[in-house]
C-alpha cells in the first residue's frame, strides 16, 4: 500500500517506465493502482530505432507485473518521509 | 554489528536497518544495483536513490570464449519491483 | 485403518525426527547452503527466515559453479527464489 500511496503522489509528473523486455516509455504518469496498473500520456520511446512500432502510440496502460524499473525525478519525493513511513508500515505489518 | 544478530527477528528486519542506508541489490537478468534504500514493502519493492546498475552481458560474437562484459549506469531516484529481486545486502557489498 | 502412518518411530531410527517446519525451526542459528532455483548457492549462517521462506543470512558466501564469486557480510534473500536449504550441521 505504501508503494501505491507514493506512486500517487507522483501523478502528473513525468517519469521513465523500464519493462522487463527492456522497452524503456517516457510519459507522464496519469494514474496507478493497487497493482501498480500504470497509465502514461504523452509518451515517447526512449530507443525508437528497437521499438518502431510504438511511435504512433500516444499514451498507454502498463501492466505492473511487466515492469522492472520506474525512474523518477529526484526532486518529486521527500526521502524522509518515505523512511518514516516505510517503519510504520513495517512495524504494522510485522507485529510485536 | 555484532549484536544484529539479536536486532533481526525475521528476514526484513535486515532490510529495514538500511534505511537510508547504502545497499547491494541482486536481480534477476545478471543486473545488480547500488544505491541509497528509502523505501520497500513486503513484496521487496523498493525506493532507492543515487543508484548505479551493473548488467552483465556476454558478448554475442565469440560464444566460445564466452567473453563477460559489465554495462554500468546512473539512475537518481528508482522504483525496483520485488519481483526481479534475488538479494538484498547492506553496506554496498 | 484410520491410524496415522508411523512417522515418529521411522523418524527416530534415522535421527531426523519432525515435520518440515520442525526443520525450519531447528537450523535457525546454523550454518547452512541455500539454493536458488538459478541454481546459485549462499553458504552461511541462518539468522532467521519467515512463512514465504524469505532469509536473512549472515557472513554469506555465494558460490557459482562451486567457486566463491562474492561474500556479503549480511543478506536478504527474497524466498521466491529459493529451491532448498541444507543444514551443514547436524540440527
Given at each position: 500500500m505504501?508503494?501505491f500511496?507514493?506512486f500517487k503522489t507522483?501523478t502528473?509528473?513525468?517519469v521513465?517506465v523500464?519493462?522487463k523486455?527492456d522497452?524503456?516509455i517516457?510519459?507522464t504518469?496519469k494514474?496507478?493502482?493497487?497493482f501498480?496498473?500504470?497509465?502514461?500520456?504523452?509518451i515517447?520511446?526512449?530507443?525508437?530505432e528497437?521499438?518502431?512500432?510504438?511511435m504512433?502510440?500516444?499514451n498507454?496502460?502498463?501492466?505492473?507485473?511487466?515492469v522492472r524499473y520506474?525512474?523518477?525525478?529526484a526532486?518529486a519525493?521527500?526521502?524522509?518521509l518515505?523512511?518514516d513511513?516505510?517503519?510504520r508500515?513495517h512495524a504494522s505489518?510485522?507485529?510485536? | 554489528?555484532?549484536?544484529?544478530?539479536?536486532?533481526?527477528?525475521?528476514?526484513f528486519d535486515l532490510?529495514r536497518l538500511s534505511?537510508?542506508?547504502r545497499?547491494?541489490v541482486k536481480?534477476?537478468?545478471e543486473?545488480?544495483l547500488v544505491?541509497?534504500?528509502?523505501?520497500?514493502?513486503?513484496?521487496?519493492?523498493?525506493i532507492?536513490?543515487?543508484v548505479?546498475e551493473?548488467i552483465l552481458?556476454?558478448?554475442?560474437e565469440?560464444?566460445a570464449n564466452?567473453?563477460?562484459?559489465s554495462?554500468?549506469?546512473?539512475l537518481?531516484?528508482?522504483?525496483v519491483r520485488?519481483?526481479?529481486?534475488?538479494l538484498?545486502?547492506?553496506g554496498?557489498? | 485403518?484410520?491410524?496415522s502412518?508411523?512417522?515418529e518411530?521411522?523418524g527416530?531410527a534415522?535421527g531426523t525426527?519432525?515435520t518440515?517446519?520442525?526443520?525450519?525451526?531447528?537450523?535457525?542459528?546454523k550454518?547452512?547452503?541455500?539454493?536458488?532455483?538459478?541454481?546459485v548457492?549462499?553458504q552461511?549462517?541462518?539468522s532467521?527466515?519467515?512463512?514465504?521462506m524469505?532469509?536473512a543470512l549472515e557472513?554469506?558466501e555465494?558460490?557459482?559453479d562451486?567457486v566463491?564469486v562474492?561474500?556479503?557480510g549480511d543478506a536478504?534473500?527474497?524466498g521466491n527464489?529459493?529451491?532448498y536449504?541444507s543444514a551443514?550441521?547436524?540440527i
Amino acid at each position: 500500500m505504501l508503494i501505491f500511496s507514493v506512486f500517487k503522489t507522483l501523478t502528473d509528473q513525468v517519469v521513465t517506465v523500464e519493462l522487463k523486455n527492456d522497452l524503456c516509455i517516457t510519459g507522464t504518469l496519469k494514474s496507478v493502482d493497487q497493482f501498480l496498473n500504470i497509465r502514461l500520456d504523452k509518451i515517447s520511446v526512449v530507443d525508437p530505432e528497437r521499438h518502431p512500432h510504438m511511435m504512433a502510440v500516444k499514451n498507454c496502460f502498463i501492466r505492473g507485473s511487466v515492469v522492472r524499473y520506474v525512474q523518477i525525478p529526484a526532486t518529486a519525493v521527500d526521502t524522509q518521509l518515505l523512511e518514516d513511513a516505510t517503519r510504520r508500515e513495517h512495524a504494522s505489518t510485522h507485529k510485536r | 554489528m555484532a549484536d544484529l544478530s539479536a536486532q533481526v527477528q525475521e528476514p526484513f528486519d535486515l532490510v529495514r536497518l538500511s534505511l537510508s542506508e547504502r545497499v547491494f541489490v541482486k536481480l534477476k537478468g545478471e543486473r545488480s544495483l547500488v544505491g541509497v534504500l528509502h523505501a520497500y514493502d513486503g513484496h521487496m519493492n523498493m525506493i532507492m536513490s543515487d543508484v548505479e546498475e551493473t548488467i552483465l552481458m556476454v558478448e554475442p560474437e565469440e560464444e566460445a570464449n564466452g567473453v563477460v562484459q559489465s554495462v554500468k549506469r546512473n539512475l537518481e531516484m528508482l522504483f525496483v519491483r520485488g519481483d526481479s529481486v534475488i538479494l538484498v545486502s547492506p553496506g554496498s557489498r | 485403518m484410520s491410524a496415522s502412518p508411523p512417522q515418529e518411530a521411522a523418524g527416530g531410527a534415522t535421527g531426523t525426527v519432525g515435520t518440515p517446519a520442525d526443520f525450519l525451526k531447528g537450523v535457525i542459528g546454523k550454518r547452512v547452503v541455500v539454493r536458488l532455483t538459478s541454481g546459485v548457492d549462499y553458504q552461511g549462517l541462518l539468522s532467521c527466515l519467515d512463512g514465504y521462506m524469505n532469509i536473512a543470512l549472515e557472513q554469506t558466501e555465494e558460490y557459482v559453479d562451486g567457486v566463491v564469486v562474492n561474500k556479503y557480510g549480511d543478506a536478504f534473500i527474497r524466498g521466491n527464489n529459493v529451491l532448498y536449504i541444507s543444514a551443514m550441521e547436524s540440527i
